[in-house]
């Protein structure tokens, strides 16, 4: 009804008229007979501004068209026609004013180049860096003394040209602020899906910033299990040159607790950070938490993170991915994950898959199955001691370790490299990250409860029950986060917790 009432008022509007030319303008009744029988059309123009560009759009889409049922109206294309119309207005109005000899001719030649195709290009230049340069603020602020040296000369600034692309775009100005007349224009000329793509890439880059950043050390990896240690490289740099190189499988293995899911994490946030616009697209993939990762996990993966089915579909076809498969050893597959996700075949998702995975789920034929000319390995080295002592100065620099020492002074590095090595065997132990950091968070408690350090080596067993009962408790954390409410696992996670979940590991 209330469609209904808007064309009834549409129909009245004079300008009307040069939208349908010669031909005989829609009756309301017309009109709304076409808009229902134009598929999925309804469902778009409930939106009040997507009605009124629809009803100016819909006249040239479906203009010579003997069967409407078959037109395929989507929300791009009633911008993309819209658009035009604006600018072949907008075009013909600023023929008729008053300009210089100099500044008709430089109208003259933008018009014979195609004044609506220049005119596009500068709108999505403009709404490009409107993302880059304000993350997404609509609203440009131009002070023309101020703004000659900055980005926003090249679409503010008063050369001839800029004016007469400005003057004919669907912007609006209010003193020195200048924005596009509706948010969906700059949403249109940077491109749906790009929106969606910005909003995923600032959301993960905080996510990292907030909980990973400021605890990563760099890893190093060797190329295979039966290399030696001393032959390992940054890992980061391995990587980089496998997403340059034509194979499409990088499987990383390494041992519980080496640090696999957070470089991951920093590989996908280095990776969102040298993004550019439609190019390839990180993606990472917690495989323990998906529903079926064997199936479309990509388009799973976008649908969570509110991307519309068309849009995954448009992405399916003509983007490309670096998918970061985290956890492969806790989602207990039986699959091929590449080969069930129909990875790189014709009309399916283009993807270069980095999958991580623990050293000791690897079957014994796994080598032989692999095909080198598409697959590529790497195996995370243990910390040596120079990495141990980098990630002690990061843990210190936790607000939380100084909760650790309970009013003690807080030791500084050197003091808590010192501590490590007095405990017999704790040095090799902080080798592996997830090792270390339980080792860092214990040792406090354990001097605090041996003020003499002469007799901390007797201490030993009460260090080990330290750590135990840590250990135990961080990897009920992640149990509980992983499983899946009413699961079989879950049922008896939960029997074990009300029995007494670390009563029941310590005997087992």
Same mark, same amino acid.
């Given at each position: ?8 008022? #549409? ?54 068209? %003997?069967?409407? &049922? ?51 290009? #500068?709108?999505?230049? %403009? ?15 131009? !002070? ?26 669907? %912007?609006?100005?209010?003193?020195? %602020? ?41 890893? #190093? ?27 499409? !499988? ?67 076809? $003509? ?82 370790? $100084? ?54 080596? &007797? ?50």
């Amino acid at each position: 009804a209330q469609i209904v009432e808007y064309v009834e008022q #549409f129909v009245q509007d004079s300008e009307v008229h040069e939208l349908f030319g010669s031909r005989s303008i829609w009756s309301v009744k017309e009109y709304v007979d076409k808009l229902a029988k134009v598929p999925n059309l309804m469902s778009l123009v409930t939106n009040p501004f997507l009605l009124v560009l629809a009803l100016r759009a819909l006249p040239e889409i479906i203009d010579g068209v %003997l069967d409407v &049922e078959k037109v395929e109206v989507t929300r791009v294309r009633i911008y993309e026609t819209f658009i035009r119309q604006w600018l072949d207005i907008n075009q013909k109005r600023l023929q008729t004013l008053r300009l210089s000899r100099d500044e008709s001719n430089i109208l003259d030649e933008m018009i014979q180049e195609d004044f609506a195709e220049l005119a596009i290009t #500068f709108l999505k230049n %403009l709404a490009t860096a409107i993302f880059k340069e304000q993350d997404g603020n609509p609203v440009v602020r131009y !002070v023309p003394k101020d703004d000659k040296t900055t980005w926003k000369f090249e679409f503010f600034g008063d050369k001839p040209e800029v004016m007469f692309l400005r003057q004919a775009s669907p %912007l609006t100005r209010a003193g020195f %602020l200048h924005r596009f007349i509706h948010r969906s224009f700059l949403e249109y000329f940077y491109g749906f899906v790009e929106q969606n793509i910005h909003q995923l890439r600032s959301m993960r880059v905080r996510e990292y910033e907030q909980f990973v950043e400021g605890s990563y050390i760099s890893c #190093f990896a060797k190329a295979n299990l039966l290399e030696q240690d001393s032959m390992s490289s940054p890992l980061l740099k391995i990587v980089e040159e496998f997403l340059n190189t034509d194979r499409k !499988v990088f499987l990383l293995l390494g041992d519980s607790g080496s640090g696999k899911t957070t470089f991951n994490l920093h590989l996908e946030r280095a990776l969102w950070k040298g993004y550019e616009k439609e190019g390839r697209i990180p993606v990472f993939i917690n495989l323990a938490a998906i529903h079926h990762p064997e199936q479309d996990m990509i388009a799973k993966y976008l649908l969570a993170h509110g991307f519309k089915e068309d849009q995954i579909e448009e992405m399916r076809l $003509h983007r490309e991915f670096d998918v970061i498969c985290d956890g492969y050893d806790e989602g207990h597959f039986q699959n091929n994950l590449y080969n069930s996700n129909q990875f790189n075949l014709a009309g399916q998702w283009k993807v270069k898959m980095i999958i991580s995975c623990r050293t000791t789920h690897l079957s014994q034929d796994f080598h032989n199955a692999a095909a080198t000319d598409v697959f590529q390995e790497a195996v995370i080295v243990p910390f040596s001691t120079i990495q141990i002592k980098e990630y002690v100065g990061k843990f210190l620099l936790d607000k939380d370790t $100084h909760r650790l020492f309970n009013g003690w002074e807080v030791w500084g590095v050197d003091e808590y490299m010192d501590k490590l090595q007095r405990v017999p065997n704790m040095l090799e132990l902080a080798k592996n990250p997830s090792m270390l950091k339980l080792s860092l968070m214990v040792l406090p408690s354990l001097y605090r409860n041996t003020p003499d350090t002469s007799n901390v080596e &007797e201490s030993q067993p009460m260090f080990y029950d330290k750590f135990i009962d840590k250990w135990i408790e961080v990897r009920r954390g992640c149990m509980e986060s992983a499983l899946q409410a009413s699961s079989k696992e879950q049922a008896a996670f939960e029997g074990l917790v009300n029995e007494g979940f670390e009563k029941a590991v310590i005997n087992y």
